[in-house]
């Protein structure tokens, strides 16, 4: 039997836009749509072109980016929205049109200041409008979770008669339950008679934290159209995430149904949009976050190691990640120190390993996390293996609007000084660049945030950074008033354990 379609519209570039400070420049939504394109969405709501001159031109290049996802346009149910929508996909090698009104009697009566009757009358006309652009148009009931049942059937009816392909059910304010939800799109599956003429799409807020199961419950009740957002950003709580839906689909394999999406880009994407909004994913996130496949319980660590299955659903290699963390802590087993040892080189026989344990056991007790140093100590290493010889005794950078940043920094690696000059993107770039051009390590930059400790212009930033060495991670950590200072050390303190 056939796997059914769910077809990905992805709206980070327009509603997961729209969070307070995340916005992107032209450039960057370009970045972030080839990679949607890449990673298979089937649909990319590349803006809201009457909304800004920067949104429009936004559309505009994404059209001429990209091959094979359809580009969509939102508009209101607006002559000149939708005009200004057609202009803005004229390269798209696959337009679409998305229009629609309130459907839920707060949005007639409170917002719109209208009735039933006129609503229908305006989508219909709207959605007459776009067609005469483009083949191509989806139609949103805003609101519609929260709209009366038999009259969203009346007007998807009224919207596919008069041409809509698309009709988008969306669960504006995050208010449905999964199975008020699922209900509603099977009465419009049973109710609307010419529902067979469309595709019916689920849009889903996370306000109550039921985005993700009011999406798989509107799929399971008919839908197959999803908008999602990478990472689930959005207004407010956010949206759908894509990830989750994506590893639902691909792991519930009894629900016969597939996605286009290639897993394993789905982590590289999320660190994109997470860097370039400026909007870190936090550690619990399902799928993306830093935790989903780290393991710090005994129990647990004991089980993963001994099967991944035990405790892992997914693969983390499915989804980009090269493997689970066994994080070392209070909580951790014999079985997890033994094997992070064993990744350090050693090996100790079941007496000795109960010593160490015991000494790794009070350690623990007085820090938040064991790293390899603290291991080295334990194990036996001697001071000289394990102290730190990188320092930085001078930083200078010179940057500013029309000028490519440039920094100088003087190491003492080993009791000697080194000195060394480079550019970059920025003065964190520039300032890495001439440590690197020192050292000589090629590594990669996994992970990198900043967050303020107090408040105010003179915040104190600590900066976490993650970086990749032959296969293997080390952590680096520094605090500083001066940003670009604490990022530098943050690089050293990590490069400290490779060199």
Known sequence: MAKDRIYIFDTTLRDGEQVPGCQLNTIEKIEVARALEELGVDVIEAGF?????????SVVEISKAVTEPIICALTRAVKKDIEVAAESLK????PRIHTGIGTSFHHIYNKLNSNPEEIIERGVEAVKYAKSFVEDVEFYAEDAGRSENKYLARVVEAMIDAGATVVNIPDTT???????????????????????????????????????????????????QVE?????IGERAGNTSLEEIAMILKSRKHLNLQSN??????????????TLMRMPVQPNKAIVGRNAFAHSSGIHQDGVLKKRENYEIINPKTVGINESSILLSARSGRAALKHRLAKLGYSFSKPALDTIYEEFLKLADSKKEIVDEDLKVLAGASARDIKRNLYLHHLQVICGKGTTPVATVKLEWNGKFHSATADGNGPVDAAINAVKDILKRKVRIEEFLIQAITRGSDDLGKVHMQLEHKGVVYYGFSASTDIITASVEAFIDAMNQIV
């Open 49 to 57: 072109p009457i909304s800004s001159p920067g949104d429009f031109n």
């Open 228 to 232: 999602v957002t990478i990472n689930g």
């Open 174 to 224: 995050g208010y449905n339950l999964p199975e008020e939800y699922g209900k509603k799109i099977k009465y419009l599956k049973d109710h609307v008679s010419n529902i067979d003429k469309a595709i019916i799409s689920t849009h889903c807020h996370n306000d109550l934290g039921m985005a993700t199961a009011n999406t798989m419950s509107g799929i399971i009740n008919g839908a197959r």
């Open 91 to 94: 390269f798209a090698k696959r």
């Open 261 to 274: 999406i290639n897993a394993r880009k789905i982590y590289r994407t999320s660190r994109l949009v997470s």
